[in-house]
């Protein structure tokens, strides 16, 4: 069980989130829905640990994750909005910098990377690759550690539908594996795979009932 205890997060004197808490399970995904500006980054910025909050506890197995940096570390993933990886150089290049080399060959013919078709691009560097390849890439970089919890950031904004297909069999192999997904998303496609929604307004997280109508979704959001 994974537990979000009264989160609070202000900028200067901007409230951006007011205890937020949620609890989830191991192999589900929860889907974070807001619109522009109402904090969904913000709140995955500090369960990374990229962000301070002001008070709150992000409670892993009886661990706080906030607290422990180390456990943290081995635990959690980060998938940006915007990519982590290094222009300059190939895809082969930036992965080696998260996995071992030994490790990467294997994970190449039958892990992540192969999952979501690296091989095929391995040796393009990333100022040339489409923003598919580079949202597919950061995803095996941020898994190379193989974390229990992902926190992903609009992993389908502007993919075309093989990109995203990609995408989704990957998470669900993840959710299928016991791994726990907090997904930030405005995908029609993403809310599908999510097994709880939320709805972030005013700083507020409130349970949302999603029943695949969009236009009532959209209403709720404004
Ligand atoms: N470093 C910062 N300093 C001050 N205000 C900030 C900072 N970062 C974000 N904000 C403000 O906090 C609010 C929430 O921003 P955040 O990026 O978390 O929203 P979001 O829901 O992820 O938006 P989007 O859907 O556009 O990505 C916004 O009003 C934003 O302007």
Avoid at 40 to 57: E, F, H, M, R
Avoid at 154 to 170: F, G, M, R, T, W
Avoid at 187 to 214: F, P, Q, S
Wanted: hydrophobic share 40%.
């Amino acid at each position: 069980m994974i537990k979000i205890k009264g989160i609070e997060k202000k900028y200067i004197k901007k409230i951006v989130l007011k205890d937020i808490n949620f609890e989830m399970n191991e192999g589900s995904c929860v889907g974070i829905l807001g619109g522009n500006g109402s904090g969904k980054t913000t709140l995955l910025s500090v369960l990374a640990g990229i962000l301070k909050p002001d008070a709150g506890q992000f409670i892993y197995m009886g661990r706080d994750l906030l607290r422990d940096k180390i456990f943290r570390r081995s635990t959690v993933g980060l998938i940006p909005q915007t990519n982590p990886l290094i222009e300059e150089l190939s895809a082969w290049d930036n992965l080696i910098l998260w996995y071992d080399k030994n490790e990467l060959l294997k994970a190449l013919k039958s892990g992540v990377p192969a999952m979501l078709g690296i091989d095929e691009f391995l040796n393009v560097r990333v100022s040339r690759m489409s923003g598919g390849m580079k949202k597919r890439l950061s995803i095996a970089c941020a898994v190379a550690s193989s974390p229990r919890v992902l926190l992903m950031d609009e992993p389908s904004a502007a993919l075309d539908l093989v990109c995203k297909e990609h995408i989704h069999n990957y998470i669900n192999a993840f959710k299928k594996a016991g791994g726990s997904i907090i997904l930030v998303t405005h995908d029609e496609g993403d809310l599908k795979l999510c097994t709880r929604h939320y709805i972030l307004k005013n700083g507020i997280l409130e349970a949302y009932i999603y029943d695949g109508d969009v236009h009532k979704l959209v209403d709720r959001i404004r």
